[in-house]
């Protein structure tokens, strides 16, 4: 799928209306920005627009430090699909996992659990998010 088309998509699920002018505009600036910015890809940007969850877990991991998978899709209310996401996040470098040994205080779990952080890149990320602010 096309930018310009995630970008309409992504805005008329939060029931604003672009105009294909209007959103080729905003695809013209996102690239500007992803040229300027080594950090972000053109497909990160997709993804981001079509998932916008990833940067609500972002924001929870920054604002609160390393969590259990369980604690974060609490904290960020995404049940239904909260695991897919994060492992996207993951594939994009955005978020990093690892495997903690039940015996961690952290884990609570007889089998284990997966420990995620947000990554430079993920910083990164919200930096240039929260510059358009």
Do not use: F
């Not at 890809?41 to 627009?49: F, M, Q």
């Not at 259990?68 to 239904?80: G, K, M, P, Q």
């Not at 039940?102 to 430079?120: E, F, P, Q, V, Y």
């Amino acid at each position: 799928m096309e930018l310009i088309e995630v970008i309409k998509r992504g805005l008329e699920a939060r029931g604003i209306k672009v105009s294909d002018r209007a959103a080729e505009a905003i695809a013209e600036v996102v690239n500007e920005l992803v040229s300027q910015r080594s950090c972000v890809d053109a497909e990160t940007v997709r993804l981001i627009v079509a998932h916008p969850s990833i940067v609500r877990m972002l924001k929870v991991l920054r604002s609160r430090g390393p969590m259990i998978t369980r604690r974060l899709l609490d904290a960020v209310h995404e049940w239904e699909y909260g695991e897919k996401i994060l492992k996207l996040a993951a594939r994009l470098g955005l978020v990093r996992r690892e495997r903690i040994n039940k015996d961690n205080k952290l884990c609570h779990s007889i089998a284990g659990c997966i420990l995620n952080s947000i990554t430079a890149k993920g910083l990164q990320l919200l930096e240039i998010l929260e510059e358009g602010d």
